[in-house]
């Protein structure tokens, strides 16, 4: 069985619609712990091929993607472009595209 957090956060990274992010950090408070980030970020490094999660449309508080291996950002960098975001110096201007779930 499942963790009541895990589930919630992969429910709420499905749930973040094309064109839109969520950071680490707002996506944990949203499941539940406020100061979830770090264990958002294991959930989505462990469980996204698994839950088939849009893992690109998660980014850092400032609106910058950090994943450090360079192919797996490009490729982040792409599937946000396809999605119509716009992203200057690797970062997202989290003001014209955070999703904010109700």
């Known amino acids: 069985m499942m963790d009541p957090f895990t589930e919630n956060v992969i429910h709420i990274i499905k749930s973040i619609p094309k ?3 969520m950071t680490y950090g707002q996506i944990g408070a949203a499941a539940g712990r406020a100061r979830g980030a770090r264990q958002v970020s294991r959930i989505l ?3 996204s091929r698994k839950y088939d999660l849009p893992w690109h449309r998660v980014i850092s508080a400032d609106g910058r993607l950090k994943i450090k ?3 797996t950002r490009n490729e982040q960098l792409e599937r946000l472009y396809e999605e119509g975001l716009e992203i ?3 970062r ?3 003001e014209a595209y955070r999703y904010e779930p109700l």
């Open 19 to 21: 064109g839109k992010v």
């Open 45 to 47: 490094h462990s469980l």
């Open 69 to 71: 291996d360079v192919e």
């Open 88 to 90: 200057l110096d690797g």
């Open 92 to 94: 997202v201007d989290l």
